[in-house]
């Protein structure tokens, strides 16, 4: 039976009038009918988004950078009124987009993301791998990966640890031609030296004590697909002139003699040094070198893209409550600077671990605050006083008071000479606990009711008698 392409539609509150029933000859439909947008599930090939209101929602605006180039819909009704040129642009901004009236003939599968700056992953993937490149740094760091993607050239990945070097490797091999081949991923520095030669090259029966069989080695697992050899600066030289040849002549010599076997696999090496100061010292090929350095993509530490460490964070927050089996939590508003402005050393790798800690640590509270990384305020004074001082570049050192709890209104009052109106104190508190609620969950009304312990359908009417139906859910925290 022949699969059929995935159609997810966010209908924004709208009612569907039965189409996703006229669109299953074509499409396998889903439907959000949540009036704030949701992020498309994994796998799907269109994303079709009722374009409800002059202006898209806010919470669309921040998905964008996770969901990269899947191709969207937005979709018209038939009677919608004209939108000006200015709400055209504001919606068509969002990203790879198409515009189309909504009506009993489906949409036409094979469309494709228009041309532009976007990344060329689908939703999933960006998710998966945990990318965004909304940073001039990441645009170029994605353009390579998309370039070298296209090709079967040799890719050397460089960037300090935890930059994410095998994030982008893995993304390479998904957008290649041979994306269902396998993917080998070896850690040379984690091997034996002595070993190190016949897990990458394999064996024959004999070659050594203990070798009772014959093993292929990594680099015929890979066979068709992708071998990713991470801190190949640390491979004994040895290792090196077998590894060369397998470039020159794309077979591999197994231990023990025997005939070369032939491989056709893409290689993708990565480095946390500088291999050239390892060429100049001695302990690393030149010939090597320049066989390697085809397509040389250098990895940003995360502190050269502070703008996108916001998404990166709520994208662990998600994955980490997930894999620990929890109710999904928020960041507070006031994290979001905290997290940018900190150096974060151990970069994304480091990040991910905070978020996951603070995720552990903070119970069955709904929303972390500033307080829930704290932590962090200790490995930003480790070493020594020297260094400790010295400002790290594009780095502004923190105040004293920067993890402690951002004060809460405190709506306790004396009862003025002249009396008040109860009723619209109670009005404005309610108000302000839900404007607060709002810009916690980034104007999630299900998870803005259930911090106040509200139905979802109370939460709305209260909205709607407090003049709240289209906030602001960024900013509105006072």
Known sequence: MTQLPRLHWSTLGDDTGGLEHRWAALWDVTVDRGTAPALAPKDVDLWVISAKGAWPPPELNRMMAEVAALPILLGLKADAEPMDPKALS??????????????????????????????????????????????????????????????????????????????????????????????????????????????????????????????????????????????????????????????????????????????????????????????????FREDLFYRLEVVPITMPPLRARREEVPFLAQHFLNRKAREHGLYPKALHPSVDPLLMSLPWPGNVRQLEN?????????????????????FLAERMGEGSPAEADAPKPGFTPLPADAFAPQAAPA??????????????VVSDMEKTLMLQSLAITRGNKKRAADL?????????????????????????TE
Request: proline share 6%; with cysteine.
């Open 90 to 283: 504001e919606w068509g901004s969002l990203g790879s987009v198409r515009w189309g009236v909504l009506g009993p003939e489906p949409p036409m599968p094979g469309l494709r993301p228009r041309s532009g700056t976007t990344t060329q992953l689908s939703a999933s993937q960006a998710l998966a791998f945990g990318l965004v490149g909304t940073s001039i740094a990441m645009q170029d760091v994605l353009a390579r990966a998309r370039a070298a993607a296209a090709t079967r050239a040799t890719v050397l990945l460089l960037g300090e640890s935890g930059t994410g070097k095998e994030v982008i490797a893995r993304a390479v091999h998904r957008m290649s031609a041979d994306n269902l081949e396998a993917f080998v991923a070896v850690h040379c520095g984690a091997i034996p030296e002595n070993l190190l030669e016949s897990e990458l090259f394999g064996y024959n029966k004999g070659a050594f004590t203990d070798a009772r069989k014959d093993t292929p080695g990594k680099f015929r697992e890979a066979h068709g697909g992708t071998i990713f050899l991470d801190e190949v600066g640390t491979m004994p030289l040895g290792a090196q002139v077998r590894l060369l040849r397998v470039l020159q002549e794309r077979e591999v010599q197994p231990l023990g003699g025997g005939a070369p076997v032939k491989v056709d696999v893409r290689v993708i090496t990565a480095s946390n040094v500088d291999l050239w100061k390892k060429v100049q010292d001695g302990s």
């Open 452 to 476: 106040l312990g509200l139905k979802r359908t109370t939460f709305l009417e209260k909205m709607k008698r407090l003049d709240l139906e289209d906030p602001d859910p960024v900013g509105t």
């Open 411 to 424: 709506f306790g009052m004396d009862l003025p000479a002249e009396g008040l109106d109860l009723n619209q």
């Open 354 to 374: 905070a978020i996951e800690r603070a995720i552990v640590l903070s119970g069955t509270r709904p929303v972390l605050t500033r307080e829930d990384f704290a």
